[in-house]
């Protein structure tokens, strides 16, 4: 399996976020993506997931979709929307039932098993709307254990989660490693990444460095992506065609 970034530029209005991306994640391994609000984190994500398309270059990853599992900024989540957790992470399974496909008794426990694993056996029933969002996070984590993918992207996962929650999730995390799934997390807490993630991408709309997490969060590789943030203020130059900064 393999997930190689080529040169990848993506854009809002021909205003770059991400700049001429390249490398490659460690396969089976965990990287943090790290860097300064703004750097472009989340639209990388997006772009490899195929959520936004990319002006140039192009996230090539040999994994199926149903293989790979993306959970957004919790921002970006409506959490309104009338449906139970068992619901939800029922929803996991979809590329294994269809849309409109029976689930079965197999499909229900395995929801069980996953909520178990997150201690939530006992919110089956709650609407997702009445959960905490700590509680929200173990479920959607529990969706991503049941839909099995070998392919973990997180956007800060444990923002606005509490330390116990963060703890567990991350117990997951490693768990996820030691079944050689490649996880893919943004995270802003140095000490988890040091703790957690063996690779690091630090970045600042483009590559600041990318590799074994020691040697990529040095201070010296933090203070040039923080002095590639300062100059953001206005916005990042058109990128013409060819790719190049105007
Ligand atoms: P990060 O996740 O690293 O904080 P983002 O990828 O969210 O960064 O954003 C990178 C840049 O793109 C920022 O300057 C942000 O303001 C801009 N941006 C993000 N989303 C949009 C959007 N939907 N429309 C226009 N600009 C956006
Ligand atoms: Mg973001």
């Not at 770059?16 to 750097?39: C, L, M, Q, R, Y």
């Not at 330390?163 to 030691?178: C, E, G, P």
């Not at 969060?217 to 058109?238: G, I, K, M, S, Y």
Request: hydrophobic residues 45%; contains cysteine.
């Amino acid at each position: 399996m393999s997930v190689v970034l080529e040169n990848l530029t993506v854009s809002y209005q021909r205003h770059p976020a991400v700049h001429h991306v390249s490398g490659e994640f460690a396969d089976g391994e965990a990287t943090a993506i790290f860097g300064p609000n703004g750097a472009g984190k989340s639209t990388l994500l997006k772009a490899m997931v195929g959520a936004l398309r990319p002006d140039s270059g192009r996230a090539v990853m040999s994994h199926r979709r149903a293989d790979i599992a993306y959970l957004p900024q919790q921002s970006e989540i409506d959490r309104s929307l009338p449906i139970t957790v068992e619901d939800l992470v029922l929803s996991g399974l979809w590329h294994r039932s269809g849309a409109f496909g029976g689930v079965g008794r197999d499909g229900r426990m395995r929801v069980a098993e996953a909520l178990a694993t997150v201690g939530l056996s006992e919110f089956a029933r709650r609407p997702i709307a009445a959960l905490s969002s700590g509680q929200f996070q173990r479920v959607l984590f529990a969706r991503i254990l049941v839909q099995d993918a070998r392919l973990i992207l997180l956007d800060e996962p444990f923002n606005a989660v509490d330390a116990k929650t963060t703890y567990d999730l991350l117990a997951l995390v490693r768990r996820w490693r030691a079944e050689g799934r490649t996880v893919i997390a943004v995270l802003h807490d140095y000490e988890q990444v040091h703790a957690y993630f063996p690779y690091t991408l630090l970045m600042a709309r483009e590559v600041v460095a990318w590799g074994k997490t020691e040697t990529v969060l040095t201070d010296a590789n933090l203070r040039r992506a923080v002095e590639r943030a300062a100059h953001w203020q206005d916005r990042a130059p058109v990128c013409r065609v060819d790719g190049e900064a105007a």
